[in-house]
């Protein structure tokens, strides 16, 4: 999927949210991606890798845990002794943590290189840790303090959080499902992407922008991996070097906005901030591109 795909798809969700007047369709099509057809894609992405892949990433691999580690830090940090006891605090750190690195980054990647393989790596490993933290962190904040126990037991409740940890069992135990098996969940699952970009374009709203809300989430989410990567990869190959810094770069995620959608933590103030990075993003990579 490229970019004017991707943007036709929002385009569409707004407009059938003006045409439909209607909260129900959308809500069932939020539960079906999330719920279903999520599952699936994670499922199927993790579960069809095997350890060896795992342990062979090196350099790609090292940078999603020291990426997910700054913007978790940072945006932590902020919330605790900023934000303190206000609900975006959670919203921040799962829109900090979790990037777009797969509708988005796969199609910015591909502006630079012709072989995106290291950008695919990236994303992979980087859903298989992220989804079971963001949505621990969007339960625990979503119930007002709720114990660790309480929220780990409600983010369990997730389906992608149930089929990420499966899948990972199943590639740390060595047993590899026929492609027979895999092939169709795979292709079930990959229609989430399409489902979550009408169901984000269905949620765009500039009523609840705030551009505070959105130097926050850009900076923790964008400017400051974009400026570790930048600094600390240049000596790397032009296929790792641009694939990590386009992924780590990424706004946040459509699917990090479902999911604070499905825990009703700050979603729609979530959503306008997504919405206008993404734009902003696009922008930042095509001009980069036309300089290069």
Not at 172 to 180: E, H, N, R, S
Not at 208 to 214: D, I, P, S, T, V
């Amino acid at each position: 999927m490229n970019i004017v795909e991707m943007l036709a798809l929002i385009a569409l969700g707004y407009i059938l949210k003006l045409a439909l007047k209607d909260e129900r369709p959308f809500d069932w099509l939020r539960r079906i991606t999330n719920d279903v057809l999520l599952a699936f894609f994670v499922f199927g992405n993790v579960a069809s890798k095997d350890l060896a892949y795992l342990l062979s990433i090196k350099t790609v691999f090292l940078y999603v845990f020291i990426i997910i580690a700054i913007s978790l830090g940072f945006s932590y940090l902020y919330g605790r002794f900023v934000l303190k006891n206000d609900p975006w605090a959670g919203a921040l750190m799962v829109l900090s943590v979790y990037p777009n690195t797969a509708a988005l980054g796969f199609p910015i990647a591909s502006l630079f290189l012709n072989d995106i393989t290291p950008a695919i790596l990236y994303s992979t490993t980087n859903s298989m840790i992220v989804i079971p933290i963001v949505t621990f962190i969007a339960a625990h904040y979503s119930s007002g303090g709720a114990s660790v126990k309480e929220s780990f037991l409600k983010a369990l409740k997730f389906p992608p959080t149930l089929a990420n940890l499966l899948a990972l069992g199943l590639v740390i135990a060595g047993i590899k499902l026929p492609g027979w098996f895999i092939g169709p969940i795979k292709t079930i699952g990959w229609w989430s992407i399409p489902l979550l970009l009408i169901y984000f374009g269905s949620r765009i709203s500039l009523n609840r922008f705030e551009w505070r809300k959105l130097l926050e989430v850009g900076t923790f989410r964008i400017v400051i991996p974009f400026a570790f990567v930048f600094l600390t990869l240049r000596w790397a190959s032009r296929d790792v070097f641009y694939s990590v810094l386009v992924e780590a770069s990424m706004p946040p995620a459509i699917a990090a906005n479902a999911i604070l959608a499905q825990y009703k933590l700050k979603a729609e103030e979530a959503i306008s901030v997504t919405f206008v990075l993404t734009l902003l993003v696009i922008g930042l990579f095509i001009a980069l591109k036309a300089l290069l």
